[in-house]
Nanobody
């Protein structure tokens, strides 16, 4: 079993930055890839970024490439999403995911 707890969301003006955190607990974390997804009102949940817990390789949605950076701190069992140059269209609930497990989500609101 894996537990995921997100934090770090909030309200920011366009062009600003936020850093999301996802604290993970449970066994065999190193076997999984971890990712961030987001869901805006009235839209389906979409992929944002992913990282391999053991190798550190990363992948990004085209819409966030060059602006967002995913990373992990293995010692702290925590994954991060550094979000820079935020746009109003980045407004969504952001979810941490691994395998079939999801966090509760954290709201990110970007004002124009």
């Amino acid at each position: 079993q894996v537990q995921l707890v997100e934090s770090g969301g909030g309200l920011v003006q366009a062009g600003g930055s936020l850093r999301l955190s996802c604290a993970a607990s449970g066994r065999t974390l190193s076997r999984y890839s971890f990712g961030w997804f987001r869901q805006a009102p009235g839209k389906e949940r979409e992929f944002v970024a992913a990282i391999s817990w053991s190798r550190g390789s990363t992948d990004y949605a085209d819409s966030v490439k060059g602006r967002f950076t995913i990373s992990i701190n293995v010692a702290k069992n925590t994954m991060y999403l550094q979000m820079n140059s935020l746009k109003p269209e980045d407004t969504a609930v952001y979810y941490c995911n691994t395998n079939t497990y999801w966090g509760q989500g954290t709201q990110v609101t970007v004002s124009s």
